[in-house]
């Protein structure tokens, strides 16, 4: 019925076709272990279950909250509504300070605790290093 290149054709559009989606669906499958995005605390107030995952929380650092000592900061991530209260050990960003956004990368332990590895300041398109402020200023 069909000639030989016809049926030569349609086997290499359908091997092309075939490729190309398993090739995207590998890709995306890579990137699903790498793509980590935050949750609020009222998001984390719904889990029903604490999975031994890495997850983000994003929110604002609650005034009069943090408490440092010599090896590791405490403080709390509030989106006004629910709040989680946050111990990371490390150092913490320049731009990380009370009443500020802060995204924090770690494991929950329980729906009111959780452990960070990093963490990660939110900053608005105003912001200006301390040090180029202090220069201009001095201009």
Not at 53 to 75: H, W
């Amino acid at each position: 019925m069909y000639g030989k290149k016809v049926k030569l054709r349609f086997f290499f559009i359908i091997s092309i076709i075939i490729v190309l989606v398993l090739s995207v669906f590998l890709i995306l499958k890579s990137l699903e272990e790498n793509v980590v995005y935050f949750q609020s605390p009222s998001e984390i107030n719904k889990f029903s279950e604490f999975e031994k995952k890495k997850i983000r929380i994003g929110g604002m650092v609650k005034e009069d909250s943090i408490k440092a000592n010599s090896n590791e900061i405490s403080f709390v991530i509030t989106d006004f509504k629910n709040e989680i209260n946050v111990v990371y050990s490390g150092v913490v960003p320049n731009l990380f300070e009370e009443g500020k956004g802060v995204v924090a990368e770690g494991f929950l332990k329980d729906k009111n605790f959780f452990l960070a590895s990093k963490i990660l300041a939110k900053h608005d398109e105003n912001y200006m290093p301390p040090e180029v402020k202090a220069a201009l200023g001095e201009n």
